[in-house]
Protein backbone atom coordinates (compact mmCIF):
# COMPACT_ATOMS: atom_id res chain seq x y z
CA UNK A 1 0.00 0.00 0.00
CA UNK A 2 0.95 3.55 -0.54
CA UNK A 3 0.13 7.16 -2.00
CA UNK A 4 1.25 7.68 -5.54
CA UNK A 5 4.72 8.14 -5.81
CA UNK A 6 5.47 6.35 -2.28
CA UNK A 7 7.79 3.71 -4.23
CA UNK A 8 5.04 0.64 -3.77
CA UNK A 9 5.75 -0.62 -7.25
CA UNK A 10 9.61 -0.58 -6.75
CA UNK A 11 9.21 -2.55 -3.33
CA UNK A 12 6.45 -4.92 -4.96
CA UNK A 13 9.35 -5.67 -8.14
CA UNK A 14 12.03 -6.27 -5.61
CA UNK A 15 10.01 -8.40 -3.38
CA UNK A 16 8.82 -10.49 -6.19
CA UNK A 17 12.19 -11.23 -7.70
CA UNK A 18 13.41 -12.22 -4.12
CA UNK A 19 11.03 -14.71 -3.17
CA UNK A 20 10.45 -15.57 -7.31
CA UNK A 21 6.91 -14.60 -6.81
CA UNK A 22 3.99 -12.83 -9.43
CA UNK A 23 4.19 -8.85 -9.51
CA UNK A 24 0.78 -7.79 -9.96
CA UNK A 25 -0.15 -3.97 -10.51
CA UNK A 26 -3.62 -2.90 -11.27
CA UNK A 27 -2.25 -0.08 -13.03
CA UNK A 28 0.20 -2.00 -15.19
CA UNK A 29 -3.05 -4.52 -15.76
CA UNK A 30 -5.41 -1.47 -16.48
CA UNK A 31 -2.86 0.36 -18.85
CA UNK A 32 -2.16 -3.16 -20.32
CA UNK A 33 -6.34 -3.27 -21.17
CA UNK A 34 -6.14 -0.12 -22.75
CA UNK A 35 -3.91 -1.23 -25.53
CA UNK A 36 -6.47 -4.30 -26.66
CA UNK A 37 -8.39 -3.40 -29.65
CA UNK A 38 -11.34 -5.54 -28.81
CA UNK A 39 -12.29 -4.28 -25.48
CA UNK A 40 -15.94 -3.99 -24.53
CA UNK A 41 -17.84 -0.70 -24.43
CA UNK A 42 -18.39 -1.19 -20.79
CA UNK A 43 -14.69 -1.71 -20.23
CA UNK A 44 -13.59 0.77 -22.43
CA UNK A 45 -15.82 3.52 -20.12
CA UNK A 46 -14.67 2.53 -17.15
CA UNK A 47 -10.87 2.94 -18.59
CA UNK A 48 -11.52 6.68 -19.81
CA UNK A 49 -12.00 7.20 -16.42
CA UNK A 50 -8.57 6.10 -15.24
CA UNK A 51 -7.41 8.96 -17.90
CA UNK A 52 -8.50 11.89 -16.21
CA UNK A 53 -7.02 10.63 -13.09
CA UNK A 54 -10.03 9.09 -11.76
CA UNK A 55 -10.24 5.65 -9.88
CA UNK A 56 -11.67 3.16 -12.13
CA UNK A 57 -14.99 0.92 -10.97
CA UNK A 58 -14.58 -1.32 -8.18
CA UNK A 59 -16.29 -3.86 -10.81
CA UNK A 60 -13.24 -3.73 -12.87
CA UNK A 61 -10.59 -4.09 -10.61
CA UNK A 62 -12.08 -7.38 -9.21
CA UNK A 63 -12.39 -8.71 -12.96
CA UNK A 64 -8.74 -7.78 -13.89
CA UNK A 65 -7.28 -8.97 -10.51
CA UNK A 66 -9.44 -11.80 -9.25
CA UNK A 67 -8.48 -13.47 -12.14
CA UNK A 68 -4.97 -12.69 -11.97
CA UNK A 69 -4.62 -13.71 -8.76
CA UNK A 70 -6.63 -17.02 -9.80
CA UNK A 71 -4.47 -17.69 -12.88
CA UNK A 72 -0.92 -17.50 -10.79
CA UNK A 73 -2.41 -19.44 -7.64
CA UNK A 74 -3.39 -22.15 -9.64
CA UNK A 75 0.38 -22.86 -10.41
CA UNK A 76 1.29 -22.38 -7.01
CA UNK A 77 2.37 -19.21 -7.30
CA UNK A 78 3.32 -16.23 -4.44
CA UNK A 79 2.04 -13.18 -5.00
CA UNK A 80 2.62 -9.77 -4.38
CA UNK A 81 -0.49 -7.00 -5.05
CA UNK A 82 0.42 -3.27 -5.85
CA UNK A 83 -1.69 -0.53 -5.77
CA UNK A 84 -4.78 -2.38 -6.20
CA UNK A 85 -6.53 -1.83 -2.98
CA UNK A 86 -7.86 1.75 -3.18
CA UNK A 87 -10.99 1.65 -0.67
CA UNK A 88 -12.40 0.13 2.22
CA UNK A 89 -15.01 -1.68 0.36
CA UNK A 90 -12.27 -3.57 -1.99
CA UNK A 91 -10.31 -4.15 0.87
CA UNK A 92 -13.13 -5.99 2.43
CA UNK A 93 -13.84 -7.19 -1.24
CA UNK A 94 -9.89 -8.41 -1.13
CA UNK A 95 -10.38 -10.13 2.37
CA UNK A 96 -13.37 -12.02 1.58
CA UNK A 97 -11.25 -13.84 -1.46
CA UNK A 98 -8.43 -14.38 0.76
CA UNK A 99 -10.90 -16.06 3.81
CA UNK A 100 -12.35 -18.13 0.50
CA UNK A 101 -9.07 -19.16 -1.38
CA UNK A 102 -7.83 -19.98 2.71
CA UNK A 103 -5.30 -17.52 1.61
CA UNK A 104 -6.16 -14.72 4.86
CA UNK A 105 -2.86 -16.26 7.62
CA UNK A 106 -0.92 -15.65 4.43
CA UNK A 107 -1.62 -11.40 4.10
CA UNK A 108 0.67 -8.94 4.82
CA UNK A 109 0.21 -5.42 3.81
CA UNK A 110 2.89 -3.32 3.84
CA UNK A 111 2.59 0.49 3.62
CA UNK A 112 4.96 2.55 2.62
CA UNK A 113 4.35 5.95 4.04
CA UNK A 114 5.47 9.15 2.46
CA UNK A 115 3.71 12.62 2.86
CA UNK A 116 1.16 13.53 -0.18
CA UNK A 117 4.15 16.58 -0.95
CA UNK A 118 6.76 13.76 -1.37
CA UNK A 119 4.24 12.51 -3.41
CA UNK A 120 3.82 15.37 -5.62
CA UNK A 121 7.53 15.67 -5.73
CA UNK A 122 7.94 12.13 -6.67
CA UNK A 123 5.63 12.23 -9.48
CA UNK A 124 7.19 15.29 -11.19
CA UNK A 125 10.34 14.09 -11.02
CA UNK A 126 9.19 10.93 -12.48
CA UNK A 127 7.56 12.63 -15.37
CA UNK A 128 10.52 14.74 -16.04
CA UNK A 129 13.07 11.59 -15.78
CA UNK A 130 11.34 8.99 -17.05
CA UNK A 131 12.15 6.99 -20.36
CA UNK A 132 8.53 6.07 -20.20
CA UNK A 133 5.82 8.64 -20.56
CA UNK A 134 2.76 7.56 -18.40
CA UNK A 135 -0.81 9.05 -20.28
CA UNK A 136 -1.56 9.75 -16.39
CA UNK A 137 1.96 11.64 -15.88
CA UNK A 138 0.79 15.39 -16.10
CA UNK A 139 0.06 17.88 -13.32
CA UNK A 140 -3.45 18.30 -13.88
CA UNK A 141 -4.11 14.41 -13.21
CA UNK A 142 -0.92 14.47 -10.63
CA UNK A 143 -3.16 16.48 -8.13
CA UNK A 144 -6.59 14.69 -9.05
CA UNK A 145 -4.40 11.54 -7.84
CA UNK A 146 -2.88 12.74 -5.07
CA UNK A 147 -6.40 14.60 -3.55
CA UNK A 148 -8.25 10.68 -5.10
CA UNK A 149 -5.39 8.77 -3.89
CA UNK A 150 -3.28 10.56 -1.38
CA UNK A 151 -2.81 9.99 2.89
CA UNK A 152 -6.70 11.37 3.51
CA UNK A 153 -7.90 8.57 0.66
CA UNK A 154 -5.97 5.67 2.18
CA UNK A 155 -6.39 5.95 5.70
CA UNK A 156 -9.72 4.20 5.94
CA UNK A 157 -8.18 1.19 4.17
CA UNK A 158 -4.86 1.55 6.81
CA UNK A 159 -7.33 1.45 9.74
CA UNK A 160 -9.15 -1.70 7.97
CA UNK A 161 -5.91 -3.52 7.55
CA UNK A 162 -5.06 -2.41 11.49
CA UNK A 163 -8.16 -3.77 12.34
CA UNK A 164 -7.53 -7.44 10.61
CA UNK A 165 -4.13 -7.14 11.94
CA UNK A 166 -2.13 -7.64 9.12
CA UNK A 167 -0.71 -3.99 8.36
CA UNK A 168 2.58 -3.43 8.96
CA UNK A 169 4.19 -0.13 8.34
CA UNK A 170 7.68 1.41 6.98
CA UNK A 171 8.63 4.90 6.25
CA UNK A 172 8.82 5.96 2.68
CA UNK A 173 10.68 8.96 3.22
CA UNK A 174 14.25 7.53 2.91
CA UNK A 175 16.05 5.71 -0.15
CA UNK A 176 14.95 2.68 -1.89
CA UNK A 177 17.36 0.22 -0.35
CA UNK A 178 16.42 1.47 3.44
CA UNK A 179 12.67 0.96 2.91
CA UNK A 180 13.51 -2.48 1.12
CA UNK A 181 15.90 -3.75 4.17
CA UNK A 182 12.67 -2.50 6.48
CA UNK A 183 10.02 -4.28 3.96
CA UNK A 184 12.03 -7.42 3.82
CA UNK A 185 12.52 -7.18 7.81
CA UNK A 186 9.27 -7.17 7.88
CA UNK A 187 8.47 -10.39 5.39
CA UNK A 188 10.53 -12.34 7.09
CA UNK A 189 9.39 -11.79 10.40
CA UNK A 190 5.93 -12.72 9.31
Sequence with gaps: MGVPGSGKGT???????????????????LRNLQTQTNLDKDDKKMLEKMKSGKLVPDKLIYKLLFAEMEK?????????LDGAIRNTEQAETFQKFFDEKQLSDDVIVIDVGISDKTSMERLLHRKDNSATVRQDD??????????????????PILYFYEGVGVLQRVNGERSIEDVYKDVIEILEKE
Design 11 to 29: QASLIAKKYNYVHISSGDL
Design 72 to 80: NLARGQGIV
Design 138 to 155: NLTTMKKRIKEQGNEAVR
